[in-house]
């Protein structure tokens, strides 16, 4: 797993991890954690397991949402009870011991933490929940908790790069109705009347904009470092028929 120096620096166990070190194989090989993948369960249950031992956790304080590209937030007091409604694109906690997590394939996962009020958060950022909210929607349910945007530090992990994300001009016409200034965000591709646009770059600025006391980029591309992530982009270009998904990770530890 990657971690971030500033999550570590204070002193908060977490999580971007690889695609390296689980049982699936072939397109899902090997750490597969995605439930919603055409992956044989049980090895998705292993490689689950495996990531909760890594954040010392027992498997069942492992939570992850149901996510659907939505700003909404999921406040988390222990582990999932078998009827909850675990749609949702992000989690935040007080909880210690309690392993919040999120999955992506290019999408930016973000983890937030605020060390003083002892919350911390887990989001999935695609670029419908970004425009939706979702990283807003986080801070605002880390405030319930007692947090404060200032003393929060948000980290951006593994996430699709702008020279691997070309999108057509509809997607930008929509940017661009919504906010003028988020023309920086988008270059000319090869491709005419296409463009390439910088999600990673459109998340920093919106957590920044946000308020938020520290924030850092991995600048990891998923896209471009097969050996290490999934894509779902690069998976469509293939005509594979399915992907695996990372997952990233945050836990409180102490008392």
């Known amino acids: 797993m990657i971690q971030s120096d500033d999550l570590s620096s204070a002193g908060i166990r977490h999580g ?9 194989s072939g397109i899902y090989g090997s750490l597969n954690i995605g439930l919603g993948s055409d992956d044989d369960r049980e090895k998705v249950l292993e490689n689950r397991k ?26 988390v007091e222990g582990p999932w009870a078998a009827d909850t409604d675990r749609k949702a694109d992000a989690l935040v906690t007080t909880q210690h011991g309690l392993a919040i997590g999120i999955a992506t394939a290019d999408c930016g996962p973000v983890l937030f933490a605020d060390t003083e009020a002892g919350v911390i958060g887990a989001a999935h950022s695609g670029w419908k929940g970004a425009v939706g909210g979702i990283l807003e929607n986080t801070l605002a349910a880390m405030e319930q908790l007692g947090s404060a945007r200032s ?105």
Do not use: W
């Open 16 to 24: 971007f991890f690889t695609r390296n070190g689980g049982v699936s």
């Open 50 to 75: 495996r990531v909760a031992s890594r954040l010392d956790v027992e498997a069942d304080r492992l939570v992850t949402p149901h996510q659907i590209h939505s700003p909404n937030v999921i406040k």
């Open 151 to 255: 003393n929060v530090i948000a980290v951006l992990g593994p996430t699709i790069s702008q020279k691997a994300y070309e999108v057509g001009p509809e997607f930008r016409d929509r940017f661009i109705a919504e906010k003028a200034t988020s023309a920086r965000y988008f270059i000319p591709s090869e491709k005419p009347d296409h463009h390439m646009f910088d999600l990673p770059g459109f998340i920093i600025d919106r957590l920044s904009d946000a308020g938020v006391g520290a924030v850092q980029d991995l600048g990891l591309c998923t896209y471009a470092d097969e050996d290490k992530f999934y894509s779902y982009r690069r998976t469509t270009h293939r005509g594979e028929p399915d992907y695996g998904r990372l997952i990233s990770a945050i836990v409180l530890t102490g008392n």
